[in-house]
């Protein structure tokens, strides 16, 4: 099931909730990095990235990458 919630997360097919989680927590770690300085921003960027399934092709090519 958590494998399950978390690829329909990255593939932006998942919640919400679940995808919002993460782009708020991907917003704290660019804020923190100070590669973004308004949180809304980079939350606002967070969420399409994810609804557009970016993270997804991103794990994908790791994967290859590593295999």
Same mark, same amino acid.
Do not use: C, M, R
């Given at each position: &099931?958590?494998?399950?919630? &978390?690829? #329909?997360? /990255?593939?932006? #097919?998942?919640?919400?909730?679940?995808?919002?989680?993460?782009?708020?927590? #991907?917003? &704290?770690? /660019?804020?923190?990095?100070?590669?973004?300085?308004? /949180?809304?921003?980079?939350?606002?960027?967070?969420?399409? #990235?994810?609804?557009?399934?970016?993270?997804?092709?991103?794990?994908?090519l790791l994967k290859t990458y590593l295999s």
């Amino acid at each position: &099931l958590n494998e399950e919630i &978390l690829e #329909s997360v /990255l593939n932006g #097919s998942g919640q919400d909730s679940h995808k919002e989680v993460v782009a708020l927590n #991907s917003a &704290l770690v /660019l804020w923190a990095a100070g590669v973004e300085d308004d /949180l809304h921003e980079g939350f606002k960027k967070a969420l399409l #990235s994810i609804n557009q399934g970016n993270p997804w092709k991103k794990f994908l090519l790791l994967k290859t990458y590593l295999s």
